[in-house]
């Protein structure tokens, strides 16, 4: 029998901690984009290369910080000090994010783009050694498992939740602007609160390497990682596969929403809540990407649950390309379900799709985790070496980097789609934002953007995977190799 390693704390704390950070996390990726675009008046492509930029810039950091990482001794091990020091410095950066103190042209563009580079540093500093933990917290795999799927089921739930209250909070008396700065400090609170708490529970049990390997010689080490390679590859070329999450707000908005408001009622009344009234549709118009997110999300929370037992039976490549093709499927399905008509979907059968393309990214947001934990053993096996923090630093590049690459494609298809943008002062007579009338051939564009796009993605991201062969009887010949040693050091 295996023995057992992790206390009840541990697996309690991680996944609620993950819930908090992923609401920090889900507020800048869902909703920052639609903030510069449509508060802060910066334009779609310039805003969307303001992301891309900070993402390349904050993606190199991450080695760095893996790095730091790697070489830290503390008496309270390697990447614990970082998950009790980075918590305030997140929420503080996620709040500023959301002013725009600036109207000239320069001086916001020039805002948003510090701040959201100065965000994605403070959030890497927490990033890189709060997923690191996985990989010393147990030298169990069975264990480690179930504990990386548990805290993406912690982080799938608090990505929900800014799609819930920030809807509510925008279209509230609180104005567009306000709105979604309460958003930023009740989630930057909150996640800063949370996310402290696997600090005072955790326990790293797998001792860092007595020496710790040079620049040079970690990008040397990495090289030899082939496992890591083929997933940094198949994570790139798979970056659209995310674009559903960041463009949700805009279906919504522009897919459900519009084709539900009379716009002769708004033509007479000037009341934007009575006009979507006129269309005869029960569900309240500042729930609707509310239900949209959580259909993604009610297909992705059983795929997480299933994956440990998936692995029972298959191994992580069988399973990453299984659900690969079910996401083109899926995906490409509800293209041709409403491609004849994008402006008036039906919702419940866009529903019924969402939680079909969720469940192919449930997969994905636990699996790449495994296997990045999967390059850690591999690395040691190769090299002698355990280098937690440089791999799992590459876990946060391809995030940050892939959903850069999602936002650049999102922003040059609103651009190439010809999107209106809503008019700050455009307010109907309850003071709420009169947003823009897309035009048919614009809808079909923000159709393509979140079913043919991430189909693309999902296609691409299989292709590195054909060539992995750390499966099998090798990966369980290097495990027991890897557990010799370990036993061996114990003894010594």
Not at 29 to 46: E, G, H, Q, S, W
Not at 317 to 330: L, M, P
Request: hydrophobic share 50%; proline share 4%; with cysteine.
């Amino acid at each position: 029998m295996e023995k057992k390693y992790l206390t009840l704390k541990e697996k309690i704390s991680f996944p609620l901690s993950a819930f908090g950070r992923s609401g920090i996390y889900t507020i800048m990726t869902m909703f920052y984009l639609v903030f510069l675009i449509d508060v802060a008046k910066i334009d779609a492509v310039v805003a969307s290369s303001i992301i891309l930029g900070g993402r390349i810039f904050d993606a190199l950091n991450d080695p760095l910080m893996g790095m730091i990482v790697d070489k830290t001794r503390s008496k309270w091990g390697k990447m614990r000090p970082y998950l009790l020091f980075s918590p305030l410095p997140v929420c503080i950066s996620t709040i500023l994010l959301f002013l725009a103190p600036f109207e000239g042209s320069a001086a916001k563009i020039t805002y948003a783009a510090v701040t959201y580079v100065l965000w994605g540093v403070c959030f890497t500093i927490q990033d890189v050694p709060f997923w690191g933990l996985t990989s010393v917290i147990t030298p169990n795999e069975k264990e480690r498992t179930q504990f990386i799927s548990n805290g993406r089921l912690g982080s799938t739930f608090g990505g929900i939740l800014p799609a819930l209250l920030v809807p509510v909070f925008r279209q509230s008396s609180l104005g567009l602007k306000n709105g979604y700065l309460v958003s930023a400090v009740l989630f930057g609170v909150v996640g800063a609160a949370l996310s402290i708490s696997i600090f005072f529970t955790s326990k790293e049990r797998i001792e860092p390497s007595t020496v710790t390997p040079t620049f040079k010689e970690t990008v040397r080490e990495v090289g030899q990682n082939k496992l890591l390679l083929l997933v940094i590859l198949a994570a790139l070329l798979g970056s659209t596969m995310v674009i559903a999450n960041i463009s949700a707000d805009y279906i919504a908005n522009y897919l459900i929403i519009q084709g539900y408001t009379d716009f002769d009622v708004l033509a007479q009344t000037n009341n934007v809540v009575e006009a979507y009234k006129a269309g005869g549709f029960w569900i309240p118009r500042g729930t609707i990407l509310t239900t949209l997110t959580v259909a993604i999300g009610a297909g992705m929370i059983p795929a997480m649950i299933v994956f440990p037992m998936l692995r029972k039976k298959f191994d992580l490549k069988q399973i990453y390309i299984g659900s690969s093709i079910f996401g083109v499927i899926a995906h490409c399905v509800c293209y041709l379900l409403f491609m004849g008509d994008p402006g008036h979907i039906n919702i419940y059968l866009l529903w019924v799709c969402l939680f079909f393309m969720g469940f192919p990214l449930g997969i994905y947001n636990v699996i790449t985790y495994a296997f990045i934990a999967d390059s850690v053993d591999y690395m040691q096996w190769k090299t002698g070496k355990r280098s937690e923090g440089v791999c799992f630093a590459f876990q946060t590049f391809l995030s940050k980097i892939t959903a850069g690459i999602a936002g650049v494609a999102t922003g040059w298809i609103l651009k190439i789609g010809n999107y209106q943008e809503p008019i700050a002062d455009n307010l109907d007579v309850m003071g709420k934002q009169i947003l823009a009338q897309q035009t048919p051939e614009t809808q079909k564009w923000l159709l393509i953007m979140v079913t043919l796009l991430p189909a693309i993605g999902f296609l691409l991201t299989m292709i590195p995977m054909f060539f992995n062969d750390y499966t099998g009887k090798k990966k369980q010949k290097i495990q027991e190799k890897l557990e010799e040693r370990r036993l061996h050091n114990t003894e010594n």
